[in-house]
């Protein structure tokens, strides 16, 4: 067993146009000061981050760990969310996902697609020059709008959905492989990789590419209502992240997991500050740690009723709560005794066979 390291925060939902929160140095200076030790970078948000030049540089890389070592900080992951989005979209999304991307390449979904691919290749090559192991991103959706049987779906549909999705990526993880670092993907609503069962048939249809992991994020399961527990038992091996996110679900006689349309405030599933909501993090701190998980917990934060400054500030002492010190040694090492093999025969009788 390992100890996982931590606590971390991702800085997408916290960056803006003002100080602290509008540069790379300030915004990390303001999270050492909570108690983060790392940081979460995402990569779309130029005020923190040049991808490009980060493929292209490793003195700029150098550059970009030394502004967060005079605060203590490390880069936990760099993250390509909105740009793996744009790796597949389904044409009733495209004037809604244009805005995730340069305004040269909008209304032409081709041209879109081919310059997010290019930032995964960024991103892979980025990765590797500051040192990270690990990358967050999303697999994008062609089957989404059919999530639901109704109309019934044609035969074929989804294995051709999936089979496009995972012609896709299967170049884009090879450029992760030749860099040596894992492409994590995101299981959450809206993506075609949603769960367990999607992620299983986008890997069978990779052949197990080794590069082909998850980032493991218990909120969206709450919604789901899916067992995220035994998600950890099933998907351990492919686990190479973990957002620290807190859910609840409330179900009632109105409305359930579909939402009925109802704003976040409102919905039976939505999203918590951390420990005010119904995620077991002690269960999931003690299984990821029972399978050897030592990479970063990173705080996620979501919330339609608490301020971000005060989940900000109650984040970091809730993970450093919960990380696990993993054990060293048995508990009943003291009764241990030397290996006598001749003894362990006696034990067993196997002797009296002889």
């Known amino acids: 067993?390992?100890?996982?390291?931590?606590?971390?925060?991702f800085l997408a939902q916290f960056a803006g146009d003002a100080a602290p929160f509008n540069s790379l140095a300030a915004i990390s200076q303001w999270a050492a000061g909570l108690g983060y030790k790392g940081v979460q970078i995402p990569t779309w948000d130029a005020r923190f981050f040049d991808l490009k030049l980060a493929a292209e540089s490793p003195m700029?890389?150098?550059?970009?760990?030394?502004?967060?070592?005079?605060?203590g900080l490390q880069?936990?992951?760099?993250?390509?969310?909105?740009?793996?989005?744009?790796v597949a979209v389904h044409p009733a999304y495209d004037s809604l996902f244009d805005s995730f991307a340069p305004k040269s390449v909008h209304g032409d979904?081709?041209?879109r697609r081919a310059w997010a691919t290019q930032q995964l290749h960024f991103a892979a090559k980025a990765s590797k020059n500051l040192q990270l192991n690990s990358h967050a991103t999303f697999s994008g959706s062609l089957a989404w709008p059919y999530i639901y049987p109704w109309p019934q779906r044609p035969h074929g549909l989804v294995e051709a959905a999936f089979e496009e999705l995972a012609n896709r990526w299967k170049p884009i993880l090879d450029v992760f492989d030749e860099n040596g670092v894992d492409a994590c993907f995101e299981a959450h609503a809206g993506e075609d990789l949603h769960d367990g069962a999607s992620f299983?048939?986008?890997?069978?249809?990779?052949?197990?590419h080794p590069r082909c992991n998850l980032l493991f994020d218990p909120s969206h399961f709450v919604l789901q209502q899916l067992d995220y527990l035994e998600y950890i038992d099933l998907y351990h091996s492919r686990i190479k992240m973990f957002h620290v996110k807190d859910a609840e679900f409330n179900p009632s006689g109105r409305q359930g997991v579909y939402g009925g349309f109802q704003s976040w405030l409102n919905r039976a599933g939505r999203f918590r500050s951390l420990g005010?909501?119904?995620?077991?993090?002690?269960?999931?701190?003690?299984k990821l740690t029972q399978y050897?998980?030592?990479g970063w917990a990173v705080m996620e934060w979501e919330c339609c009723i608490k301020s971000s400054d005060q989940g900000a500030i109650e984040g970091a002492p809730f993970i450093a709560r919960h990380i696990i010190q993993a054990a060293e040694r048995s508990f009943d090492d003291f009764a241990d005794a030397s290996v006598d093999k001749s003894a362990i025969r006696r034990m067993l009788g196997l002797n009296q066979e002889e």
Do not use: W
């Not at 067993?1 to 925060?9: A, D, E, L, Q, S």
């Not at 700029?60 to 605060?71: F, H, K, P, S, T």
């Not at 299983?200 to 197990?208: A, I, K, P, R, S």
């Open 292 to 294: 050897g998980y030592n």
């Open 276 to 286: 005010d909501g119904q995620v077991d993090f002690g269960g999931i701190f003690s």
């Open 200 to 208: 299983e048939m986008f890997l069978d249809l990779l052949n197990g």
């Open 60 to 71: 700029y890389c150098d550059e970009v760990r030394g502004v967060l070592a005079q605060n």
């Open 75 to 86: 880069i936990t992951e760099l993250s390509t969310h909105l740009q793996g989005q744009l």
């Open 1 to 9: 067993m390992r100890t996982m390291k931590g606590p971390g925060i």
């Open 109 to 111: 979904p081709a041209a």
